[in-house]
């Protein structure tokens, strides 16, 4: 159980172009989603938290209106990285938690690299 | 404010032998600690976490750790390294009932054969 999808596990894009990454909860509801980005041979940073129904929260120093986060089903988070350039290139990762429960489930990630 | 620092950016051992890797952490309040593993290209899979029930805590595939607050430690063991367990381990921690995860900057396990 407590699976999380992302698709696509890569993806290449041009400069300037929009991309959008999706997280699934597959047998579970996410109540709240994170988004994190890696860089290489880097940890995890945290990009945003989203509840499901509401806003994002970003964490300080990410562009909102360039990482566009909508977290409109219990099951379903989009993470949609806009006009990006090559210095967005990176492993994204979304991790999905139900409500009353401690454990973050992680996806395996999607790799993004931009031209 | 809570932070976890891994002393370790790479461990070798060889098959057979203990594992340590190790880990320190810094929080305000009653923190959960986890350990995740993290093979190339994959997601994370949580190995074990601690919060605030028993100090010894066992995971998956072998490996345990031990919560030492007085030493504000964490350290992930294995009695005995397998090839597969080659990969990069990440220690994490979490302060009180926060939902925010802060995590280490990871060890990299390599298993010689």
């Known amino acids: 159980g407590a699976v999380v999808s992302q698709h696509p596990s890569w993806v290449i894009c041009k400069s300037g172009t929009s991309v959008k990454i999706e997280c699934r909860s597959l047998d579970f509801q996410a109540t709240t989603m994170f988004w994190y980005r890696q860089f290489p041979k880097q940890s995890l940073m945290l990009m945003a938290t989203s509840n499901e129904g509401s806003k994002a929260t970003y964490e300080q120093g990410v562009e909102k209106d360039k990482f566009l986060i909508n977290h409109a089903s219990l099951t379903l988070s989009t993470l949609t990285v806009t006009s990006a350039h090559p210095e967005d290139s990176s492993f994204y990762i979304c991790?999905?938690?139900?409500?009353?429960?401690?454990?973050?489930?992680f996806g395996p990630g999607t790799r993004l690299t931009v031209l | 404010a809570q932070s976890v620092t891994q002393l370790d950016s790479h461990v070798s051992v060889s098959e057979g032998t203990p594992v340590l890797l190790r880990c320190n952490y810094s929080?305000?309040?009653?923190?959960?600690l986890f350990w995740y593993v993290q093979h190339p290209n994959k997601g994370l899979q949580l190995l074990l976490k601690?919060?605030?029930?028993?100090?010894l805590v066992k995971g998956i595939n072998g490996f345990e750790a031990e919560f030492k607050k007085s030493e504000t430690s964490f350290h992930l063991t294995k009695p005995s390294a397998h090839m597969s367990d080659a990969a990069e381990y990440f220690c994490v921690v979490r302060e009180g009932s926060a939902r925010q995860l802060t995590f280490g900057s990871g060890t990299q396990l390599t298993v010689l054969p």
């Open positions: 929080s305000s309040y009653s923190p959960s």
């Open positions: 601690y919060t605030s029930a028993a100090t």
């Open positions: 991790s999905a938690r139900t409500s009353g429960r401690d454990t973050q489930y």
